[in-house]
């Protein structure tokens, strides 16, 4: 009999939890919430005199332990005290909720103060820093407000023609509400990036247009064996650092990509006979460290310190310019290939033999920002402003090492003096070399 009691009144509860739970959800929550509203002191002193009344009621109603209403009461009587280990486990999750917040808003509040501190040392150095460059070269600091500027109001014009195309495209039929959203929720550019997608054996499988990568006539089938110092040993598989070519770099020209492949078409201009600094002299010029004994170079009469500073008389409009005007030769398979070089300051012309061949091609190359839009007017416009952010970091990078040899000189002795004073020499020469570079069209 005990068991069948115990049986019904299992299943009566049973019943009215699953019920709420599927149809009475908010009034449950509800209950909840009132339920934590009130202190577990509150549902003590309930629980109390709930049992106190139950007492009283059963021994007026004259009933026995054995009677059913007995067993109903028992388990009712379990209710507020259940009440009240729930309202007490609330509290104490609430203390520690609240201490933990209390922590967090002091964590946040340091960082917050630590980064503002930083974020301020950073503008208050970079005034000093500049204020220091132009009382040392004030070209230098000319030139790169004068170039930041021109950015600025090319960009402008970039966002105006964007606007113009999206509606040009819609006229005449060239674009649906998907690619219409898309341009309109983009920027000005695809992003910073080489523009090469490549399939799980390294093989290139796209090229973007207007990317570094079309530009240096790299084709799809062509398979990179190299980025960086890392080489592709392992046979269908491909680089781990893959994502440097694929990616979008989260800031333009910031950095140099050295990588190689082995092209397709099995040919390409084979070395010279030299290797070459980048980013001497010139942003786009190169120095020449060494020539290979009985090389072509060597024949041709290139010496080592040797300043390139164009080929076949195309003077190097951004970091890549070089890199282009060499693969434009591998394009085109020329015989012979003009250097036009500066050896102690004298302008020269030095005419190299080309030899094509099987082998790889290597590059050394920076990331670009890559035309949205497969406009030639609207690439220009990009190629434009890539060339000018290039000279912009450079001349930022000759800002901050003529700052910087400065400090030295300030605190070791009078005579770092004097490179200062060459270096300060050679960024104003720099700036009256490429001032016509700054105003590009």
């Avoid at 103060?113 to 220091?132: A, C, G, S, V, Y």
């Amino acid at each position: 009999m005990e068991i069948l009691k115990n049986i019904f009144f299992f299943t009566l509860f049973s019943s009215l939890a699953v019920y709420l739970i599927s149809n009475e959800f908010e009034r449950m929550l509800a209950s909840y919430y009132f339920i934590v509203s009130l202190s577990p002191l509150a549902w003590f002193i309930i629980s109390v005199i709930f049992f106190i009344a139950v007492t009283y009621l059963a021994q007026l109603l004259e009933l026995n332990e054995d009677h059913m209403l007995m067993d109903f009461f028992g388990y009712l009587i379990w209710a507020p005290i259940i009440f009240c280990a729930i309202s007490f486990m609330q509290d104490f999750d609430e203390e520690i909720k609240v201490e933990n917040s209390n922590q967090l808003t002091a964590w946040h509040a340091d960082a917050a103060n630590f980064l503002q501190t930083q974020e301020q040392k950073k503008i208050d150095f970079e005034r000093k820093q500049t204020e220091r460059v132009t009382q040392l070269a004030p070209a230098l600091t000319d030139a790169i407000s004068e170039i930041e500027q021109n950015i600025k109001e090319d960009e402008l014009r970039l966002f105006a023609l964007k606007d113009v195309l999206i509606d040009y495209f819609n006229e005449v039929g060239q674009s649906d509400a998907a690619l219409n959203r898309q341009y309109k929720s983009a920027g000005i550019y695809w992003g910073a990036r080489i523009g090469i997608t490549l399939d799980d054996k390294c093989v290139v499988t796209q090229v973007s247009a207007g990317s570094v990568a079309e530009r240096l006539h790299i084709e799809p089938g062509d398979k990179v064996v190299r980025i960086g110092e890392s080489e592709n040993y392992v046979s269908n598989s491909c680089l781990s650092n893959r994502s440097m070519l694929e990616g979008v770099w989260p800031e333009s020209f910031c950095c140099k990509i050295g990588f190689g492949i082995k092209p397709v078409k099995r040919i390409t201009k084979l070395p010279y006979g030299f290797t070459w600094q980048d980013d001497v002299d010139i942003y786009g010029a190169r120095t020449i460290l060494s020539v290979t004994a009985r090389s072509e170079a060597e024949k041709a009469g290139l010496k080592a310190g040797d300043i390139v500073v164009g080929v076949d008389g195309r003077e190097p409009q951004t970091n890549n310019s070089i890199e282009y005007y060499l693969a434009d030769l591998y394009q085109s398979e020329k015989p012979k290939t003009v250097f036009n070089i500066l050896r102690n300051g004298k302008a020269i012309d030095i005419t190299l033999s080309n030899r094509y061949g099987e082998g790889e091609r290597n590059f050394w190359v920076s990331v670009e920002n890559q035309s949205y839009f497969k406009d030639k007017d609207y690439a220009k416009l990009v190629n434009s402003i890539n060339a000018k952010y290039s000279l912009l970091n450079f001349y930022k990078g000759k800002a901050n090492n003529l700052y910087w040899e400065d400090k030295r000189a300030q605190l070791t002795s009078n005579n770092n003096q004097e490179d200062l004073s060459i270096m300060i020499q050679e960024a104003e020469k720099m700036v009256e070399r490429n001032r016509d570079l700054i105003t590009i069209n």
